[in-house]
């Protein structure tokens, strides 16, 4: 072959002029290369005392004695990563295997700009098994036998990670000319030794580890942009100390994921694009009202939303000046044993740092609902704050983001665990500020798998906050239930504003976290609609012969809690809605029935709930205010007595009634249990009988100080 006499003059021309010492095989097949092997001379015979790795192992025997006996050891270090991984075994077995293999200093440069670190040892095992999958794939690629001058390997790497490759044509000078030779590069990395074979497969070395982003750097992602960013921001804007602590917590690494190399391919005909060229997708539903267009998503993103603290705020709040001076802090607000790692999910500086992330992107105006028709003209925002509740990457740990209305804040923004309105007079913690985008200047914060935004102090999930700050009413929208619907874009569209809004979102079952459903299940987050009955327009449905079960977002304190769903029944209009037992579970346990199945075509004012209209008892004249009030009290116990409750005050859909008076709006009391912090805990809906559908707008997790504590209408 014209290209394998190149080559082999290429590395002839290069070890002469540049004396390089790692030489181009020039072999196809792996029999062909152990033939040729054993023509040559043994190494006994070569030289009379056997005192090098080389003559007293065989390198060439299999990837793993290629990587750990190589003459000029090279590869030494990725061989200890690999030892340090159950692959090891492996690479010195008999199936058949590709090694991309960096050099020690390509290993150690990686390692030193991702990590940190010096040494391979310091490197957790989950993270040198991630490095190793990335290099490994396990088939025989020939790079020479590529004919193509890019695309991807024709197999994955052991992550299911898809390789990318470019050929470049370059020239080195030699005593007889330029001598044309093609530079193999996969994805970020260029080969610099092609198709060494050895007993087991195929190794290419090459100059740089290859990263986990395809042709993406990682500097695409939130820590490396983060640290892009400290090198140009202006010194009220770096948070370096922050992003050490990333790195110290290994937290990093989670920041550095972006698309699930597991996730099966979705036929262009259910997509997004499909709908966006065509009008049309080949999934529907058909409710009394309308038909539904739906698409699911072609990939299923990992993606985050960082909230740091820059160097200048740790300083002036808390005197904080490294990285020892934040563990030293974490260790105050956590306590625990301060000699932990600080990767180790138990130490204080990784809860620290863990409660300041979300596993879902979240820009600055998708925080809480925001639509100008929904925010302006829906809600009462004088008495109460749009809110969202979403868990975080601290295990177990809930946060509490509220915008309240710039009238009723000393300082315009976005709060994280606020509790209370001005208008009240119950106010009782400020909160913690998510600052403006307008006070970022020109710095991007947003990356490939989301972004971070600036707070004005230190998140703390400790006793203050579990017990008194988020000792609330905990209202979760359905949508937000899995980080799916939130990185998928289904939720927040508003409807009519544009052609991805038109759509409703499905998802694979399996790769929708927080969410289990059987096969008759169908379920579709929807978009936002100013015209339904349902807080902030938020919906999603839940249909056909369903049973579909969610885990519910943790509590923040063990006690007594009573768990709420939406009901929207529509007897008038539509004959869809039917019968569903609801179930609860703790943990690994078993479902227990909640109670007997509920009718969801019910009006409420059927005797069985017993709902009567405030407007209804204000319009009775005879009645002084204290007396209405008392009526309306009476009936809100009532309805409590039967299991239900009205719906809320603070949303309207016409300016004018709330949803607290609308006949098909209430919310069915599902159990009341008793919940620890630190457990999982599920809700279950399953069909039983009449008609198939079942909308769902939000949960709610109250606990007993609310609950039995006055609690008010909103």
């Given at each position: 072959?014209?290209?394998?006499?190149?080559?082999?003059?290429?590395?002839?021309?290069?070890?002469?002029?540049?004396?390089?010492?790692?030489?181009?095989?020039?072999?196809?097949?792996?029999?062909?290369?152990?033939?040729?092997?054993?023509?040559?001379?043994?190494?006994?015979?070569?030289?009379?005392?056997?005192?090098?790795?080389?003559?007293?192992?065989?390198?060439?025997?299999?990837?793993?004695?290629?990587?750990?006996?190589?003459?000029?050891?090279?590869?030494?270090?990725?061989?200890?990563?690999?030892?340090?991984?159950?692959?090891?075994?492996?690479?010195?077995?008999?199936?058949?295997?590709?090694?991309?293999?960096?050099?020690?200093?390509?290993?150690?440069?990686?390692?030193?700009?991702?990590?940190?670190?010096?040494?391979?040892?310091?490197?957790?095992?989950?993270?040198?098994?991630?490095?190793?999958?990335?290099?490994?794939?396990?088939?025989?690629?020939?790079?020479?036998?590529?004919?193509?001058?890019?695309?991807?390997?024709?197999?994955?790497?052991?992550?299911?990670?898809?390789?990318s490759y470019t050929i470049v044509y370059d020239s080195v000078f030699s005593a007889d000319g330029d001598i044309l030779y093609k530079k193999y590069i996969i994805n970020n990395s260029v080969v610099i030794m092609v198709d060494d074979t050895v007993g087991n497969g195929v190794v290419h070395i090459i100059d740089r580890v290859i990263d986990n982003s395809g042709s993406q750097e990682l500097g695409s992602f939130i820590p490396g942009l983060l640290r892009s960013n400290n090198k140009i921001a202006p010194d009220n804007l770096k948070a370096t100390i922050f992003y050490q602590a990333l790195v110290a917590t290994h937290l990093k690494d989670s920041l550095e994921q972006y698309i699930d190399a597991n996730y099966p391919v979705v036929g262009y005909d259910s997509t997004l694009a499909c709908y966006l060229e065509t009008g049309r997708t080949a999934s529907s539903y058909r409710t009394a009202f309308e038909t539904e267009t739906v698409v699911y998503p072609e990939k299923r993103f990992f993606k985050y939303t960082l909230f740091a603290v820059t160097d200048a705020t740790l300083k002036s709040q808390y005197g904080i000046n490294s990285l020892a001076d934040l563990r030293n802090k974490a260790i105050e607000v956590y306590g625990g044993d301060a000699s932990l790692s600080d990767y180790e999910k138990e130490s204080a500086l990784f809860k620290l740092i863990s409660y300041h992330i979300l596993p879902c992107w979240l820009t600055y105006d998708q925080l809480n609902t925001s639509q100008e028709q929904i925010i302006n003209q829906r809600v009462m925002r004088a008495e109460f704050d749009v809110e969202d509740f979403y868990e975080t990457m601290h295990p177990y740990a809930i946060m509490r983001i509220s915008t309240p209305l710039d009238s009723m804040v000393e300082k315009k923004g976005i709060y994280i665990n606020r509790k209370g309105t001005v208008s009240c007079n119950n106010l009782v913690h400020a909160g913690t500020r998510i600052w403006e985008p307008s006070e970022y200047g020109d710095l991007d914060c947003t990356t490939l798998n989301g972004g971070y935004h600036f707070i004005d102090k230190l998140l703390f999930f400790d006793a203050e906050t579990r017990t008194s700050a988020l000792a609330t009413r905990i209202r979760v929208m359905a949508n937000t239930l899995s980080p799916d619907f939130i990185n998928s874009g289904a939720r927040g569209r508003l409807h009519k504003t544009g052609p991805e809004s038109n759509v409703v979102y499905g998802f694979k079952k399996g790769f929708c976290k927080n969410v289990e459903w059987n096969e008759g299940t169908g379920f579709y987050v929807r978009y936002r609609d100013n015209q339904f009955t349902s807080l902030y327009g938020d919906e999603m449905t839940i249909m056909g012969d369903y049973d579909i079960t969610f885990r519910l977002p943790p509590v923040p304190h063990d006690g007594t809690y009573e768990i709420r769903v939406w009901g929207n029944p529509m007897p008038d209009y539509c004959n869809d809605r039917g019968v569903a037992q609801f179930y609860f579970r703790s943990g690994d346990g078993a479902f227990q029935e909640c109670g007997n199945p509920i009718d969801m075509s019910l009006w409420g004012t059927d005797p069985q709930i017993g709902l009567i209209k405030d407007s209804d008892i204000k319009e009775n004249e005879e009645l002084s205010e204290d007396e209405i009030e008392a009526k309306i009290r009476a009936n809100d116990l009532l309805m409590r007595s039967n299991g239900y409750m009205k719906g809320v005050d603070c949303y309207t859909t016409d300016h004018n009634t709330t949803l607290r008076d609308y006949e098909n709006c209430y919310r069915i009391i599902v159990c009341k249990e008793t919940m620890q912090s630190g457990t999982d805990y599920y809700i279950r809906l399953r069909h039983t009988d009449g008609g198939y559908v079942c909308p769902f707008n939000f949960i709610e997790i109250v606990p007993q100080s609310v609950f039995e504590g006055n609690e008010d209408k909103h």
């Open positions: 072959m014209r290209l394998k006499s190149s080559l082999c003059m290429l590395s002839l021309a290069t070890t002469f002029f540049l004396t390089v010492t790692i030489q181009y095989s020039c072999t196809d097949p792996v029999k062909e290369q152990l033939e040729e092997k054993e023509k040559e001379p043994k190494q006994e015979e070569k030289e009379e005392k056997p005192d090098s790795i080389k003559e007293e192992h065989n390198f060439t025997a299999n990837i793993a004695s290629f990587l750990e006996y190589y003459p000029s050891g090279d590869f030494s270090d990725f061989a200890a990563l690999v030892k340090k991984t159950d692959l090891w075994n492996a690479l010195s077995g008999n199936d058949i295997y590709t090694c991309f293999v960096p050099t020690n200093s390509a290993l150690s440069q990686y390692l030193q700009e991702q990590y940190d670190v010096a040494s391979i040892q310091a490197v957790p095992d989950s993270i040198c098994a991630a490095i190793a999958k990335r290099h490994l794939i396990k088939a025989a690629i020939y790079l020479q036998d590529i004919h193509e001058d890019n695309g991807t390997l024709s197999t994955p790497n052991l992550l299911n990670e898809e390789l």
